[in-house]
């Protein structure tokens, strides 16, 4: 279930002022506001008026709508109970989502899951790759990463990150159910959970 924070927009406003490596002095010049003023908003001394608000946001090249998009995925805890987790299961593999629905949208998007791959099962394309990157940590039994050409073996405590443009592929090697944190970013639509055979 979502919580939500008192408003807060100065944190987010500092966030994309600095991602475009602006002063504070540069864009209230731009914006027709004083530096002061600004410095305040950012510090959630004050808020905006809807028009410094509007001139802002232009000067940052950022549309209205996106800024409150990206404003309700910052200001949301999502927790997830154990017994809540959405499930999604096949033959030989199952995964238990771990983030909530905010957290695959926006510029800093992930998909975190639980997986389990029964002995001799595997997930991945050995084919294609897709955007993003990607986080493992091995739980319980043993397997193999095949990423590209190459192959790695892993084990419970084993922690794997890499590029998923490589075509990777995960494959329970033991005879003990593999399970594994998974954690990938960014989500970008992308079908983790249906018949799509990303990992």
Request: hydrophobic share 35%; charged share 25%; with cysteine.
């Amino acid at each position: 279930m979502p919580h939500f924070m008192k408003i807060k927009l100065g944190p987010l406003l500092r966030a994309i002022r600095n991602s475009r490596h602006l002063t504070i002095k540069d864009v209230a010049t731009k914006a027709g506001v004083s530096s002061s003023l600004l410095s305040q908003i950012e510090r959630n001394r004050i808020s905006p008026s809807l028009d410094t608000l509007l001139e802002l946001l232009e000067v940052y090249g950022v549309s209205p709508e996106k800024f409150f998009k990206d404003y309700e995925t910052m200001n949301r805890v999502e927790i997830i109970k154990k017994d809540q987790r959405r499930v999604y299961q096949r033959k030989g593999f199952k995964y238990e989502t771990l983030c909530g629905l905010s957290q695959s949208k926006g510029n800093h998007s992930f998909s975190a899951f639980f997986l389990e791959l029964a002995p001799g099962q595997q997930r991945g394309d050995e084919h294609d790759g897709h955007l993003g990157r990607e986080l493992g940590i091995v739980v319980n039994g043993s397997g193999q990463l095949i990423y590209g050409g190459d192959v790695y073996n892993i084990s419970d405590g084993d922690a794997l990150s890499f590029s998923s443009q490589i075509p990777h592929v995960i494959k329970n090697t033991g005879e003990n159910l593999f399970q594994a944190y998974w954690i990938v970013t960014p989500a970008d639509g992308e079908d983790y959970f249906g018949e799509g055979n990303n990992i």
